[in-house]
């Protein structure tokens, strides 16, 4: 959905895994929306080499094309949430690369086929997406790029929202949870604004405070800087 971001924070420690190579992550803020969409290799990762994507959202084209030319394999789309401006390229995608599956938390496994649920009957485009071929529960370790990645269930935004860490650097792909200076809309169907800043002291704030934080919308920023200065969910109260 359109969330705008608006302002800016903080965090202590969490499970870390062994370090290893920042991955490379490449952002494509896609159609109208603005989504951004990322797509994760390891770095120096050359043609034939595996990548995975989060989101994909409204014409997936620039993005789509990056991976052509890179010569890179998605090995699976993992969904932050189901709203239309996260899922609306998939079918794009699946047309380039239609082996390529698609992964969601379980709360929203019906979300794509369902244009009331993901929205865009509201919007009046009825957009739907593939059946998913995975549904994620919190907690799981996925192992993208053979790398591991922990899904971090953060509802509020919507019930299915997750976060995922990479463990082995400090970076998250955050979803529509949380903003540069703002947090996702809670109020749409579905949405709740305490649950939602639940999602964010207690599986965000709680991060290394230099984990770079990529959101579905707007600029990146640092759990350690949203946990300080956020103006809609402070970080003072946190002790994990
Ligand atoms: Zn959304
Ligand atoms: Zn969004």
């Not at 239609?98 to 369902?114: F, M, R, S, V």
């Not at 579905?216 to 002790?239: A, C, M, W, Y």
Request: aromatic letters at 6%; hydrophobic letters at 35%; charged letters at 20%.
């Amino acid at each position: 959905m359109p969330d705008v971001p608006n302002d800016h924070a903080a965090g202590p420690e969490s499970g870390r895994s062994e370090p290893s190579e920042p991955p490379e992550i490449r952002a494509f803020a896609l159609g109208p929306f603005q989504t951004n969409c990322y797509v994760t290799s390891r770095k120096g990762a050359s043609r034939g080499d595996p990548c995975w994507v989060a989101d994909c959202g409204v014409e997936p084209g620039i993005m789509l094309e990056e991976i052509d030319r890179l010569g890179l394999v998605p090995e699976a789309v993992v969904l932050t949430h189901a709203h239309l401006d996260h899922i609306a390229g998939l079918f794009a995608f699946r047309a380039r690369f239609p082996d390529c599956p698609i992964w969601i938390h379980e709360a929203e496994g019906a979300w794509l086929t369902d244009p009331n649920l993901n929205l865009s009957a509201r919007h009046g485009i009825e957009v739907t997406g593939p059946t998913p071929d995975r549904l994620l529960a919190d907690g799981e370790l996925l192992t993208l790029c053979g790398e591991p990645w922990e899904v971090r269930h953060t509802p509020g935004h919507s019930p299915g929202g997750i976060s995922l860490v990479h463990r082995g650097s400090p970076v998250a792909i955050v979803g529509d949870t949380l903003f540069n200076g703002s947090i996702g809309r809670h109020d749409f169907p579905g949405s709740d604004f305490e649950t939602l800043a639940r999602s964010i002291q207690e599986k965000l704030y709680t991060l290394p405070p230099e984990t770079v934080a990529l959101p579905g919308h707007g600029p990146v920023t640092q759990i350690g800087h949203e946990k300080l200065s956020n103006p809609f969910v402070r970080g003072d109260s946190v002790t994990a």
